[in-house]
């Protein structure tokens, strides 16, 4: 009567805190002795409880702030993007400058009349030709420009060989790249990445933007893709000056940038660092690498 009736309620209190109770309600009843171990309990039950409660407060905190940092990114990645949209719409201006003037003389030949059946073909087919061009440089950039939609319950994978030909194409008309070669070396059979196609297309379109702003007029520019133990390996290397040992530390940080002012916005490689690491890679700059300047970008295979 005096130990194991109270020790039974006791326990029977304990199962039902263990079950989800909020209180440990037992009767004070017995020795006393037991009635101080049941008040000690229900003591260290009601702390345990607000110390629950305090915690559960601080994660959903923690989440929120989490989820105003996810929306931060994804504004700056969306911004970056813009900007890098802004860069080549403004080198394309000239090639496609060319075609219109040619489409606007064949037009002017065609309206004079006197030609006969065969020259307005081959004037026509001249104008589609040249229309195509100007169409397929278009539609590459908007491709680029259009915001992709989320697929939060789909893990990303992504091409690595399909976004580097893709960023190719995407650069190719450019003004800048007239004196710059470009070399490919990606073979086949990589295997899909966890990044997805349009934020590796941001990521190889802007370390080739910064290698092609290096060279400052010409050189070379070389893309190589290889498989890795845990994925596959992404280099972008140019001969260009290279970067500068003052600035190699912070080269991944927020506006940091060696270029003149209105020619960057300093986030393109911290953009890039935030794409990589949000699923696991990394990036770096290879400070071995004499020649220039050589990005090396370790992306995790697709689960």
Do not use: W
Not at 156 to 181: F, N, S, Y
């Amino acid at each position: 009567r005096l130990i194991v009736r109270p020790l039974d309620a006791i326990s029977t209190a304990a199962r039902r805190v263990a079950a989800g109770a909020t209180s440990f309600d037992v009767a004070p009843r017995g020795a006393a002795e037991m009635i101080g171990l049941a008040s000690s309990l229900s003591e260290m039950t009601a702390q345990l409880r607000a110390d629950e409660q305090r915690m559960k407060g601080q994660i959903d905190e923690l989440e929120r702030r989490a989820q105003k940092l996810r929306e931060a990114q994804d504004r700056l990645v969306r911004s970056e993007r813009l900007a890098s949209v802004g860069r080549l719409a403004a080198g394309l201006a000239h090639e496609i400058g060319n075609p219109i003037a040619a489409l606007l003389g064949l037009e002017d030949l065609l309206l004079e009349g006197g030609l006969d059946p065969n020259e307005q073909h081959d004037f026509l087919l001249r104008m589609r030709k040249e229309t195509e061009r100007i169409n397929r440089i278009l539609r590459d950039l908007l491709q680029f420009a259009r915001p992709g939609e989320k697929q939060e319950l789909t893990p990303a994978r992504g091409d690595v060989a399909e976004a580097i030909a893709d960023t190719a194409a995407l650069i190719a008309p450019q003004k800048a790249m007239r004196d710059v070669t470009l070399e490919l070396a990606v073979p086949e059979g990589l295997p899909p990445v966890a990044l997805g196609a349009e934020q590796l297309v941001q990521l190889v379109l802007n370390l080739l933007l910064n290698s092609v702003d290096a060279l400052d007029g010409g050189g070379r520019v070389r893309v190589s893709a290889e498989r890795a133990p845990r994925g596959v390996r992404l280099i972008v290397e140019d001969n260009g000056p290279g970067v500068a040992a003052t600035v190699r530390e912070r080269l991944f940080e927020p506006f940091v940038t060696t270029k003149e002012i209105g020619k960057g916005t300093g986030l393109g490689l911290a953009v890039c660092r935030g794409l990589v690491e949000a699923v696991g890679g990394s990036i770096s700059l290879d400070t071995a690498f004499r020649d220039g300047a050589r990005f090396v970008v370790q992306l995790p295979a697709a689960t």
